[in-house]
Each structure stands twice: as C-alpha cells, then as structure tokens.
C-alpha cells in the first residue's frame, strides 16, 4: 500500500516541485558507470526521477511503484516512453535478468513488514543476473534523525507554477524503535484544502541488514557513506554471485 504524498493524485502531482533537488541521485548514477550496469530495475520509482535520469543515459530501465498516482506523474514526462513502468513491487516481478538493482532515497526504510522486506530482497535477487549487484540505502539508527522532525523545523511555504502556494510540515507520530511513524500535512491556499500523509519507516542496524542479504545468497561488497549525508547513510552494495 503506497502512502498518500504517492498515491493520492493531488499529491503525487506537487512530489517533485516539493522536492526539487535530487543531488542524492547522483552516487547511485556514479555507481551505474562504476559497475558497467547497462540494465537497471529501479524498485519504489515513484515519480520516475531517477528511472528517466537513467533512460537519458541510454540505460534500459524498469520502474516499478505500488503508487498508481505516481506512476501516472512519471509516464507523462518527457522520454517517459524509454522506460517500462509496472505498478506493483518487487515481490511480484515478470521474469527479467538485470543488472543492477536500486532503491533510493526511503525506499528500503518505508517497506517496514518484516515478511514484505524478505520478499522483497528475494525479487531483487531473482531479477539480477550472476553478478549483479543490489544498491540501496538505510538511515543510521543511532543518529535518530527523527527527532529533528518537527513541525516547527520543517514548516515552509511553497509557490508551485499552476497550483499556487502549498505549506507543509512533518510532525512524528510514533516512535517504537526500530518504527518510526511521521505525518506529513499539505495544505493548498488556493482552496484551503488540507492533505495529509502518514509513513512508517524502519530503521534497521547495519548487521541486521547485513544478516538479511546474506539469508538471500547476496554477498556484501561494500557498505558506504552517502556522499551528500556523511555518517548518516549505511549505503549497502550486494552481489548476486
């Protein structure tokens, strides 16, 4: 089930002007070149930012999203034609042999069901071929990044071209560790309308996330920091041997 800033179509049209700067894509684009990856299968594509970034690359790409909303967003972009969206997940993939595997931003963090994250490592395994690798990254637990999540830090104003001012802000719901529960509020000024969207993330140790891909057959080559967010990011590079 995708949360509401994706699969509620008001929302999912305002994702990207919301959030514009994408810089945290471009370790993954570098990790493309660096592994000579001509075949990516994007997990949790959303509005198809990095899938199109990829595609422009002359990179043939599969997006997939349980977000029908975004996937709509993404299939009336620009070049969207280069790339196969399917509205699902990874636990229910058509045969297909990769060779990269990616899940950026809170992907792996937001598939927060114990037996939903297992299937999921078990289709990204199933679609790499022998060698591919699985990239994804996790928040540091011990930095608690949540409790930075306040109203007060993250309110702001947005003038978004066609729509008109939407001021948002995050508030935390729930904290049971390893969960994480957030709310986020959109309100638009053009009709006062008020949206909200809440997510559940789960904030794994790096020897848990470890542990589970070595369960799948995976081999961890490399644990890295996110350029963009040192000591903050465990980012997880895995083999299929």
Known sequence: MADEC???????????????????LDAYLQMVEEFGARTVLDVGCGTGVFARRLADRGIEVVGVDPARASLDVARAKPGSERVQWIC??????????????????????AIADPVAWQQTLKGAYDALCPG?????????????????????SSREVIEIPGVGAVETWVEV????????????????????QALTSESTLRFRER??????????????????????????????????P
């Open 6 to 24: 994706f699969g509620e179509p008001r929302l999912a049209a305002i994702y990207d002007p919301l959030d514009p700067d994408r810089g945290d």
């Open 207 to 240: 020897d848990e996330v470890e542990a589970d891909l070595a369960a799948h057959g995976f081999a961890v080559e490399d644990v890295r920091d996110a350029p963009d967010r040192p000591g903050a990011e465990f980012v997880f590079v895995a083999r299929r």
């Open 173 to 192: 719901v729930e904290v049971a560790e390893p969960l994480v529960t957030f709310r986020e509020t959109f309100v638009f000024a053009s009709d006062g």
């Open 88 to 109: 699902g997940d990874a636990t229910s993939l058509p045969p297909m042999q990769v060779d990269l595997v990616t899940m950026t931003a809170n992907v792996a963090q």
């Open 132 to 152: 591919g690798r699985l990239v994804f990254e996790t928040r540091v637990p011990a930095r608690r990044v949540w409790e930075g999540w306040t109203p007060e």
